[in-house]
């Protein structure tokens, strides 16, 4: 009963974290496939680009990473996002291949 309890105060405020995402996706998907994240995934991964999200052993495993990597790409590949690109990206990227709730 404690469990159940603990369950229901907790899920709504996972599922809260990622609606509260700051950010666009439509603009997300647009910054992502024109600037160079596409391209160049695309040729890591023989023309399927999706797979670097969906595949088994992904690296990224929570938001928190999602993030991170996100704005390492950015910043160690020079795609020159802002901040709110950055974010835009991000949202893009969890609503259609990761769904982390948290
Ligand atoms: C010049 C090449 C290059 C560019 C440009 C690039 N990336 Fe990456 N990206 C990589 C490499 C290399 C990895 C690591 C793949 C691995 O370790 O298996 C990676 C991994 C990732 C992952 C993690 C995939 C996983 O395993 O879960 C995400 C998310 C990501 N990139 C997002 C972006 C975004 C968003 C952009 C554009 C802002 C971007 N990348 C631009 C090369 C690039």
Known sequence: MRLLSALILVLPLNAMAAALLPGDVENGKKL?????????????????????????????????????????????????????????VVKYLNESFYKFSD
Not at 77 to 82: A, E, F, R, T
């Open 32 to 88: 992502h496939d024109s600037n160079s994240c596409l391209s160049c995934h695309a040729q890591m991964t023989g023309g399927r680009p999706d797979m670097l999200y969906t595949r088994a052993d992904r690296k990224v495993t929570n938001l928190g990473e999602l993030m991170g990597q996100v704005s390492g790409c950015n910043k160690m590949q020079k795609v020159g996002l802002d901040e709110n690109g950055v974010n835009d």
